[in-house]
């Protein structure tokens, strides 16, 4: 396994949720992680907050405010990191708009055009957008790689058409990114995790019968994509897709209070990978 100590990472969309947990994951490991979002200040939720736990965790935390959806504010986000460090090693995409009201299911016709802009634009496009900007500044690292945050929504349904669309698109530009980026020694993979038991599924199961016992925590996701990211055979991996509850048992990984959560999602076939 690699040492990720003082390793740059940036984590988009790390107030809350997958993103939060995977910043923390790599503060944990030493990482200085830059996270970025909407929301700041001292409450939950922000990415002040993100910032001073993962310098909690044992890294060091950068908070930097962002709106993935405006290109001028991403071109700017990486033209700063480029100023503070010469380089990025780990690129997170994760950031992702849920729309609101969200879309739980029914037909597209039902939902306002706008979580198109909203599923895709944000979980699609802004990757797309911060993978470009943050290029050069990856060719500058000795190891960089880029991670990112999928679902199996890309390959079986899940709440909307417009989350299919947006998943599976991301799933496709990430595998096309890694035959890019091969002769750039830069692996990019996919990262599957399975039930999450995020911010907005806790909220959502107030109102809603929803068994949780069993799903994953942020954390535990952060922490298995930190371990991938550790791996010795990440190039072997690059263009892939990686599910979580594969890589716990491989890597051995437990959450925030020593369990490995048994919920995931169930393969489409037997040659889904």
């Given at each position: 396994?690699a040492?990720?100590?003082?390793?740059?990472?940036?984590?988009?969309?790390?107030?809350?949720g997958i993103?939060?947990?995977?910043?923390?994951?790599l503060?944990?490991?030493?990482?200085?992680?830059?996270?970025?979002?909407?929301?700041?200040?001292?409450?939950?939720?922000?990415i002040?907050?993100?910032?001073?736990?993962?310098?909690?965790?044992?890294?060091?935390?950068?908070?930097?405010?962002?709106d993935?959806?405006?290109?001028?504010q991403?071109?700017?986000?990486?033209?700063?990191?480029g100023?503070?460090?010469?380089?990025?090693?780990?690129?997170?995409?994760?950031?992702?708009?849920?729309?609101?009201?969200?879309?739980?299911?029914?037909?597209?016709?039902?939902?306002?055009?706008?979580?198109?802009?909203?599923?895709?634009?944000?979980?699609?496009?802004?990757?797309?957008?911060?993978?470009?900007?943050?290029?050069?500044?990856?060719?500058?690292?000795?190891?960089?790689?880029?991670l990112?945050?999928?679902?199996?929504?890309?390959?079986?349904?899940?709440?909307?058409?417009?989350?299919g669309a947006?998943?599976?698109?991301?799933?496709?530009?990430?595998?096309?990114?890694?035959?890019?980026?091969?002769?750039?020694?830069?692996?990019?993979?996919?990262?599957?995790?399975?039930?999450?038991?995020?911010?907005?599924?806790?909220?959502?199961?107030?109102?809603?019968?929803?068994?949780?016992?069993?799903?994953?925590?942020?954390?535990?996701?952060?922490?298995?994509?930190?371990?991938?990211?550790?791996?010795?055979?990440?190039?072997?991996?690059?263009?892939?897709i990686?599910?979580?509850?594969d890589?716990?048992?491989?890597?051995?990984?437990?959450?925030?209070?020593?369990?490995?959560?048994?919920e995931?999602?169930a393969?489409?076939?037997e040659?889904?990978?």
């Amino acid at each position: 396994m690699a040492d990720l100590k003082g390793k740059i990472a940036v984590v988009t969309g790390a107030s809350r949720g997958i993103g939060k947990g995977i910043a923390l994951a790599l503060g944990e490991r030493g990482c200085t992680v830059y996270v970025t979002g909407r929301t700041v200040g001292d409450g939950e939720r922000t990415i002040d907050t993100s910032a001073r736990e993962v310098s909690e965790a044992g890294g060091e935390g950068r908070a930097i405010q962002c709106d993935h959806g405006d290109d001028d504010q991403i071109a700017a986000l990486f033209e700063r990191i480029g100023k503070e460090v010469d380089h990025i090693d780990i690129l997170v995409n994760n950031v992702y708009k849920i729309p609101n009201p969200p879309a739980w299911g029914g037909g597209y016709w039902d939902h306002p055009i706008q979580i198109w802009d909203d599923q895709v634009g944000i979980g699609l496009r802004a990757h797309y957008v911060a993978s470009w900007h943050a290029a050069a500044l990856m060719f500058k690292s000795k190891n960089a790689a880029m991670l990112n945050v999928s679902s199996p929504g890309g390959q079986l349904y899940h709440f909307s058409a417009c989350y299919g669309a947006g998943k599976a698109g991301l799933d496709r530009l990430t595998a096309d990114m890694a035959v890019e980026l091969e002769p750039k020694g830069i692996p990019a993979v996919v990262l599957y995790p399975g039930s999450v038991a995020t911010e907005f599924i806790l909220d959502a199961a107030k109102d809603r019968e929803m068994d949780l016992s069993q799903s994953q925590t942020p954390l535990f996701v952060g922490r298995t994509a930190a371990a991938l990211l550790a791996s010795d055979d990440l190039m072997k991996r690059t263009g892939s897709i990686q599910w979580v509850e594969d890589l716990a048992e491989e890597f051995d990984v437990v959450d925030e209070t020593g369990k490995r959560p048994t919920e995931g999602y169930a393969r489409r076939s037997e040659g889904t990978s």
